[in-house]
């Protein structure tokens, strides 16, 4: 079992910058892959940016201002995102994927808020 903890959400002016930050409960080390949903009012959830083994792919709409990063000590995955637009306005959830054996399990954060206004 692991458990994710989201911070960093909030409320900023377009163009702006902000950092997430997803804590897990236990080593990141053999996590498979790592990445950040958001879901917009009244849309599905949606992929941002991922990261597995070092490598890195992120979503059209953010490619270019949003930087996915772990910090294996820290056991944290970052989402630095910049130059905010409205459309950014989304609950952003963490994701991690583990393998066991044969099997994958899934995790999910309880999500953090951001909005971003015009």
């Known amino acids: 079992q692991v458990q994710l903890v989201e911070s960093g959400g909030g409320l900023v002016q377009a163009g702006e910058s902000l950092r997430l930050s997803c804590e897990a409960s236990?080593?990141?080390?053999?996590?498979?892959?790592m990445a950040w949903y958001r879901q917009p009012p009244g849309n599905q959830r949606e992929l941002v940016a991922a990261i597995t083994a070092g490598y890195t792919n992120y979503a059209d709409t953010v490619k270019g201002r949003f930087t996915i990063s772990r910090d294996n000590a820290k056991n944290t995955v970052y989402l630095e995102m910049n130059t905010l637009k409205p459309d950014d306005t989304a609950v952003y959830y963490c994701?991690?994927?583990?393998?066991?054996?044969?099997?994958?399990?899934?995790?999910w954060g309880q999500g953090t808020q951001v909005t971003v206004s015009s």
């Open positions: 236990r080593s990141i080390l053999r996590f498979n892959r």
């Open positions: 994701n991690v994927q583990v393998t066991v054996l044969t099997r994958t399990y899934e995790y």
